[in-house]
Structure formats: C-alpha cells, structure tokens
C-alpha cells in the first residue's frame, strides 16, 4: 500500500529556485559557504559542552542535542540542494523523495519538541531553582532525550504514508528545491480532503501544542524574573530565554506559514522561502544567538583555544 504510486511515477523533477545557469552557480557559492558555517558553528558547541567540564549541566545538554540535530537536520536536505544547482539533471527516485520526506519530517519534529522541553529546562530552573538539579536530574534529561527522537521518527510515519499514497496525475514536477510535504500533494488529483484534514491536524499536534506550551512557560518565567531584585540577574534571566524564544519565533513561524495553511493560498515561491528558513538559516543562527550571548560557552571557547 505504501508504494501505491510507484508504479505510475518512478521519480520526479526538482524544480528548484532558477534555471538560470549564473544564479545558480551565485546560489551554490551561497548556500555552500552558509553550511560550512552551519557545520562549524554547531560542530563547535558540541566539542565545546563535552570538553568543557562547567557545561556539563542540563541546559547544555539540551543545547548539544540541539546542535547536532541541526546538523542531521540540514544535512539532509542541503547537499542534495548543492548537487541540483550544479546539474542540468535534476531528477529524485520515488524512494529518495520518500525517504527525504520521512527524514526531514522526523528532524523538524525533533526540534519541535526539543523546543519545548528547553522551555521547560528554563522553567525549571528560574522558577524552581533550589529543586532544579532534582528535578532536572542526568536520569531525567536521558530519558527526555530518548523520547524526543523516538517521537520525532515515530509521528510522521502516518502523514508520509498518507502523502505517498494519494493519487499523482502523472505530472512529476516538484516546484522546490526538495520533497516537502505540501509540494508533493499538489501534484495530487482527485479529492485530497481527508489526508489535508489529517495532515492538518497533526501539524495542530506537532507545531500547536509545543507552542502552547514554551508560551505559557515563558508567561511563569517572565513574571518570576520581574520578581528578581538584582537587576544584573534579571538581565542575565532575560538574555538567556531571550535566546530561546529568537530560535522559537523563527523555527515555529516559518514552519506554521509552510505547513498550516490551505494549498489554495499558497504564493509561488513562498514555500521555498519558509523552507530556507527552518532548513539554513535556523541551524546557522542557533550557535550564534547560544554563544554570542553567553558568557559560559565564550569562556569555554577561550579555554580551548589556549589548549
């Protein structure tokens, strides 16, 4: 049942962004100088956290985890990207579509939920800190951990089977520059009602409901950190959530504008830029806004570069 389409479309035809040949080279000089940043910045942070004896603490380990699913996450979509813009054959196979999908999809709701329970650490551990390494235990943070990528490569199991197994019209051209979800179903014929419905509803699922949830955490901790009578510790407070939520703003919101919406009010061209957004430049900007405002990880740094 899942490879119900094969037999009338073995591959399809990655549009991408041009077919100019000079924006395409100025695309791959680009986008290839931005992963190495991805690769390197978030490469860093890990040999930083597990060098670093003082980052051994929950919120790192979460920002690890962060890290090196950024790197999974971009990894799985950009140098397939770079490969395009230099070629004239632009063709994915049935099975590599699928698997980019359920790939991509698995990484992006990893994130989501990471997210989320990054938003709880904080929480934790400003509104409760006398409880916080209790609460916040190393047994607790691995099973949290576990659960955040079991979930991630469990959820879009359904919606990418759904995906693959709506009737295709025979027309094989994908106007992206990968396989994403809702590019695949307009090429869908026939009533797709139901397995938008459904999409739809796991979207509320997956993006809602983590966004619910930072929310109302960052309501507790905003008005715990107001109660804060130092006000270098309430700036301290400040710039660390702040961090989290400029990751939160720019994952979430371009991530809602892609996939919540109805297919007959998308622009041509906008998923393309919504994609680029939680794809390149979320990984890029996630070592940036950690380190840059974070005086732990610059010291960590500075003890390794003297090493």
């Known amino acids: 049942m899942f490879w119900k389409n094969e037999t009338i479309l073995k591959e399809f035809i990655l549009l991408g962004f041009s077919s100019d040949p000079k924006t395409q080279v100025a695309l791959f000089i680009l986008f290839t100088s931005v992963y190495a940043v991805i690769l390197i910045g978030n490469f860093l ?151 938008e419905l459904i999409n739809f509803i796991v979207g509320i699922i997956i993006l809602l409901a983590p966004v619910t949830f930072i929310a109302t955490s960052y309501v507790n901790i905003i008005q715990n950190i107001l109660k804060i009578a130092s006000s270098s510790g309430r700036r301290k407070a400040f710039s660390t959530c702040g961090s989290h939520m400029m990751v939160v703003v720019i994952f979430y919101g371009s991530a809602m504008a892609a996939y919540m919406k109805p297919r007959s009010s998308s622009l041509p061209g906008t998923d393309k830029v919504f994609a680029l957004l939680y794809f390149i430049v979320t990984p890029m900007v996630n070592p940036m806004i950690y380190t840059l405002r974070n005086n732990d990880v610059k010291a960590a740094f500075l003890k390794l570069i003297k090493i």
């Open 45 to 195: 942070i890990i040999v930083l956290v597990l060098t670093d004896a003082n980052l051994h603490t929950p919120m790192y380990f979460f920002l690890t985890n962060l890290s090196f699913l950024d790197l999974c996450y971009s990894t799985s979509t950009v140098p397939r990207m770079l490969k395009d813009l230099l070629s004239v054959n632009k063709v994915i196979s049935f099975g590599e579509c699928v698997a980019q999908m359920y790939i991509s999809l698995s990484l992006a709701i990893c994130e989501c939920v990471l997210l989320a329970v990054m938003a709880y650490d904080r929480y934790v551990a400003i509104c409760y800190p006398l409880h916080y390494t209790t609460i916040m235990s190393r047994k607790v943070c691995v099973r949290l951990a576990v659960s955040i990528w079991m979930c991630g490569f469990s959820l879009p199991i359904s919606t990418v089977t759904l995906t693959f197994n709506v009737d295709l019209c025979g027309h094989n051209k994908i106007n992206h520059f990968l396989c994403e979800m809702p590019e695949v179903l307009s090429l869908g014929c026939g009533n797709i009602t139901l397995v």
